[in-house]
């Protein structure tokens, strides 16, 4: 207990016995004034009925013996209530007649020798009452020693000393008034104790809260670690040590792969059970004196202290990636999963020897905090830039990677933000004849320079950012605008990412774009890939199902390059199908399986009732052999390259005119008309 709560502590203990004792000691003489009060009153009493009934009381007070109807009354008042003996006296203060004293007992000197002040109170006409303590044998444990006159039209007729037994009434009294003490003492208590209590619980509730906070602003309170607050207060210390010792420092960043696909399929109570698991686990492979710390999300570091060699760290880093990779338990399941490691080294040079004697003071590893952070979080870049679930070193030549990767972002949040995308279209035509069906709407992101950035860079990175929805609607609700002012047959096909069904809503964003722009539902192909039906399976369905209600058609890309699975087809029936760009150039190589393969994805496609489509074909042989094999739509290089919406506008007028003279020479009527 801290020194000032032990001292407020003792305080109200003093000041509770203080008022205990006190309360006792009011106790005692208010029971004494109450006895005192009714001893004078039943003194009084008693003598005023002697007055009353014995006619010679003052003749026996002067010494006469009373008559025997007197005697007899004396003896039963003395029997009677508390008075147990008494003594009556002249005015004059010569001693009458007693009773009830034992023989040898009754005062030889004169009342006024012994009394005088009583004496001088009862010729005033007052009583005087005293009280006194007796062993409770020979004398009450209590008894009043009343000194009352007997009067009689104000005249003194004689004089009384009277003694009390108050010992019953005594415990009465203090028994009632105990109870009544008690009772104040109980309410003094708990006006003292709760809100003693009270401010104890506040007070204890404050030092747990206060303990929390201090937890919380050096650890993480979900797996136990330093957090990232903690971690960047050591880090530098231990590169002072580090340059101090001669010792070299590798700093691990570690990253789960995929974590957000965890937590979409298992649930994120299952997400941070992975996490607390995994926290464990790299505490158990971290050496001793190595910082372990979660800096958040799914993403932990390791500082490996006494390094000798760039060797000793890609040793440790690849040993990470093996056991970390090791399945994790789960709700009684086996979950596997990945990280990617990127390792960066401070105070080790290529050889593996100590850079302080290539520096001249400890100073100039201050800033190499920042910089060896900053350099860890390059390597893990690179590592999940190679395919994730690997380890890698930091170069110097990932800082040039690592630059564009930040002004790709940049970009992509400016044109987020700011309406910054450009949609360019890819024509379609129907393989029988020549003519224009369909435009495939392709997101373009322009460089500070004006250049284009490769689209499948910068999507790649628009997913890991996790924008790659608000950029999904974006395309869906221009592209929608756009081909609104198209000619009524020809529609706009708009690709979606995994990401925007895994976030829901995908058929609220669908129907709020067509109403927005006026577009008619079977005018919009949606194209998505196999890979959006891996995870969650039912619930896209769902929204596919979702999308069919309103006319919208559903196209799966990129056939035959995934899993390809054939429930898919079945579950839900889709518009259409795409033959990817790769089927369409090993048609050239002249291999007979590829083609077996095409031509059994379009009879596939026949017995569904899709429309078969082959993207990517750039030679007039390419487009014979697809026709032949029954494709339905023909997409490439050969009918049109990706272009702005001016461009695919002067295609449109142009691709119409034909269109119109040869239904002009099919049906004269229709033409005039």
């Avoid at 231990?238 to 974590?259: C, K, N, P, W, Y």
Wanted: include cysteine; charge should be neutral; hydrophobic fraction near 45%.
């Amino acid at each position: 207990m801290p020194g000032g709560s032990r001292a407020r502590a003792i305080a109200t203990l003093v000041l509770v016995g203080a008022v205990l004792c006190a309360a006792m000691l009011l106790a005692g003489q208010t029971v004494r004034s109450m006895l005192r009060l009714e001893a004078e009153s039943s003194a009084g009493r008693w003598a005023a009925e002697l007055a009353r009934a014995l006619p010679d009381i003052e003749a026996i007070a002067g010494g006469a013996a009373p008559a025997e109807e007197s005697r007899a009354l004396l003896d039963l008042s003395r029997r009677l209530g508390a008075v147990y003996r008494y003594r009556l006296h002249a005015p004059d203060g010569s001693a009458g007649l007693s009773g009830g004293f034992a023989p040898g007992t009754v005062p030889a000197a004169a009342i006024g020798e012994r009394e005088p002040k009583a004496l001088a109170a009862m010729l005033a006409g007052r009583t005087v009452v005293r009280l006194a303590e007796g062993d409770g044998i020979r004398e009450p444990t209590l008894r009043a020693e009343a000194f009352v006159p007997i009067l009689q039209g104000g005249r003194v007729l004689a004089l009384a000393e009277i003694d009390l037994d108050f010992g019953e009434r005594h415990a009465f009294y203090e028994a009632r008034l105990g109870r009544l003490v008690l009772g104040m003492i109980a309410l003094i208590a708990l006006a003292i104790a709760v809100p003693g209590a009270a401010f104890y619980w506040r007070t204890r509730q404050k030092q747990v809260a206060d303990r929390k906070i201090a937890f919380l602003a050096h650890f993480d309170s979900l797996t136990r670690l330093k957090n990232r607050a903690r971690f960047a207060a050591e880090l530098p210390a231990a590169l002072t040590r580090a340059s101090e010792s001669g010792q070299g420092i590798a700093l691990h960043h570690i990253d789960v792969d995929r974590f957000k696909d965890i937590n979409d399929t298992l649930g994120h109570d299952a997400g941070d059970e992975i996490l607390r698991q995994a926290a464990r686990r790299l505490v158990g492979l971290a050496g001793p004196g190595d910082i372990v710390a979660r800096l958040g999300g799914d993403e932990f570091v390791i500082c490996q202290q006494a390094v000798r060699s760039r060797v000793d760290a890609e040793c440790f880093g690849r040993h990470l990636v093996a056991r970390m990779g090791a399945p994790f338990r789960v709700r009684g399941h086996d979950v596997a999963m990945s990280v990617s490691v990127g390792t960066a080294l401070a105070c080790v040079d290529a050889e593996g020897a100590s850079e302080r004697r290539q520096r001249a003071a400890a100073d100039a590893f201050v800033p190499a905090a920042e910089v060896l952070v900053k350099r860890a979080d390059m390597a893990l870049y690179r590592a999940k830039a190679d395919g994730r679930g690997r380890h890698r070193l930091y170069a110097e030549d990932m800082n040039a990677t690592l630059t564009e990767r930040l002004a790709i972002e940049a970009l992509i949040r400016r044109a987020v933000e700011h309406d910054g995308f450009e949609l360019y279209y890819q024509p379609l035509f129907a393989a029988a004849e020549p003519e224009l069906r369909a435009f495939e709407a392709l997101l373009r992101l322009r460089d500070g320079r004006g250049g284009l950035v490769a689209p499948d860079l910068f999507i790649a990175i628009a997913e890991e950012m996790g924008m790659i929805s608000e950029v999904g609607h974006w395309v869906l609700r221009h592209a929608c605008r756009e081909a609104a002012g198209w000619p009524s047959h020809i529609s706009v096909s708009v690709n979606l990412s995994p990401a925007q069904f895994a976030d829901g809503g995908v058929s609220v964003l669908v129907r709020s774009a067509l109403a927005e722009s006026g577009l008619a539902p079977e005018r919009l192909e949606l194209e998505i890939t196999e890979t959006v039906l891996l995870h969650d399976s039912e619930h896209v369905l769902r929204e596919l199902e979702q999308l069919d209600m309103l006319g919208v058609k559903v196209v799966m890309d990129d056939f035959g390059t995934g899993y390809s699975s054939l429930a898919y087809l079945w579950r839900f029936r889709f518009a259409g199908l795409k033959i990817d760009r790769s089927f369409v150039m090993a048609l050239d190589d002249g291999n007979d399986a590829i083609a077996s393969v095409v031509r059994t994805i379009v009879s596939l496609g026949r017995v569904l009732g899709m429309r078969i489509t082959a993207e990517g074909v750039e030679t007039i042989e390419q487009a014979e052999r697809l026709r032949a094999m029954g494709c339905d739509r023909l997409q490439g290089y050969l009918f049109g390259r990706p272009a702005s919406a001016s461009v695919a506008a002067r295609t449109i007028r142009r691709h119409d005119a034909p269109r119109l003279a040869r239904r002009a020479r099919k049906s004269p009527d229709s033409a005039v008309a």
